[in-house]
Each structure stands twice: as C-alpha cells, then as structure tokens.
C-alpha cells in the first residue's frame, strides 16, 4: 500500500512535466518522455535496486545498477524504435482482431491445458508447449 502511494505521488510530481512534452511529436519531445517514463520504477529496476543495496558496498551496488541498464539497452533500443512501428500496424482492423484472437485462443488453451493432457492426441503438442501433467 505504502508502494502505490508512492508511485502516486511521484506521478503527480512529474505529471506536469509530462503535460509539456505531450504530444510527443517531435524527436526532442519524443526522448523527454521516454526519460520522464525511465523515472517510474517497474517490478524489475525496483527488485534490481534492492540487489544493489544487498551488496552493503556502494562500488557494487553501482555495478549492479550498472550491469543492468547495459543489460536492459541492447533490448530496450529496438523495442522502443519498433513499438510505434507495430502499434500503428495494429490499429489495421484485421491485424488488431487477429492479434486479439490469438491472445483469447492463448489464455483459453492455458485455462484448457490441464485437461487437454488427458487426451492422448494431443499429449506431445502440449508437452512441446511447456504442459505437464499433474498426474
């Protein structure tokens, strides 16, 4: 609880930051932002920050936090450079409900997978998708 009210707040403190830079139609604009949204912490960087206060050495706990902005880079680059790219790709009728049904079919064959394992059929597809069995 305490945590959310203080993602809240620091919400609040860079909402009018974010209200100058938004739209993000300009390249400046665009790398303003994307610094204001590195600022909110996720699971990750929170979970990576506690690593680094573990080490109980200020020289590792900043490699720690070192390693992994260079870890998280190579991925984060082109996931950034391309999300536009594929949003706008999504906003296609026909790819968007693709997209859609292919989510829907994902969660119902998760939800299905217990009992599809009984199906002998069906027991190498599942087992090359990850299922086990329970019994």
Known sequence: ?????????QRRRLAPLRARVWP????????ALGM?????PCGLSTTLLAAAWLQ?????????MAAFGL?????MVPLTWAGMRIG????????RTAAGLLVV???????????????????????????????
């Open 24 to 31: 993000a139609d300009t390249a400046p604009k665009r790398l």
């Open 88 to 95: 706008r790709q999504l906003q296609r009728g026909g790819l």
């Open 105 to 135: 079919g994902a969660g119902l064959l998760t939800l299905a997978g217990p009992w599809l394992m009984q199906v002998p059929a069906l027991h190498g597809v599942l087992s090359a998708l990850g299922c086990r069995s329970l019994g």
């Open 1 to 9: 609880m305490r945590r959310a009210l203080a993602d809240a707040a």
């Open 56 to 64: 109980a050495s200020a020289w590792h706990g900043a490699l720690t």
């Open 71 to 75: 870890g998280t880079l190579p991925v």
């Open 36 to 40: 204001l949204w590195g600022w909110m």
